[in-house]
Nanobody, 129 residues
Framework: EVQLQASGGGLVQAGGSLRLSCAASGFTSDDYAIGWFRQAPGKEREGVAS???????????WYKDSVKGRFTISSDNAKNTVYLQMNSLTPEDTADYSC???????????????????WGQGTQVTVSS
């Protein structure tokens, strides 16, 4: 069974940085697309960034407009881990961040959460002003 473990959240001041990690295990397919999502209190879950293949850190990626130029998604094939480097954080980035995986890589990277089959628990990111 595929399991995802997100970590790296915390409290940071506006303008600061955090790096989230999503460690995957239990893969039953050769490749997986990975997405990062966030959900703030009272708001819907939204996609933040996604990568077509955990095996190819230089492959196709997608970013939410508001994080372009600030967030970077990457992967480490040997560690089955996907990272989300978050720079220039603002209070609007405060949310619970989670990662998700799907073996349906042909159409990836995916924007919507509906395409993902496996989810990890969230890690809280709080940005103070």
């Amino acid at each position: 069974e595929v399991q995802l473990q997100a970590s790296g959240g915390g409290l940071v001041q506006a303008g600061g940085s955090l790096r989230l990690s999503c460690a995957a295990s239990g893969f039953t397919s050769d490749d997986y697309a990975i997405g990062w999502f966030r959900q703030a209190p009272g708001k819907e879950r939204e996609g933040v960034a996604s990568i077509k293949s955990i095996r190819d850190s230089d492959g196709s990626k997608w970013y939410k407009d508001s994080v372009k130029g600030r967030f970077t998604i990457s992967s480490d094939n040997a560690k089955n881990t996907v990272y989300l480097q978050m720079n220039s954080l603002t209070p609007e980035d405060t949310a619970d961040y989670s990662c998700a995986a799907t073996s349906k890589v042909a159409g990836a990277p995916y924007i919507s959460w509906i395409w993902y089959d496996y989810w990890g628990q969230g890690t809280q990111v709080t940005v103070s002003s």
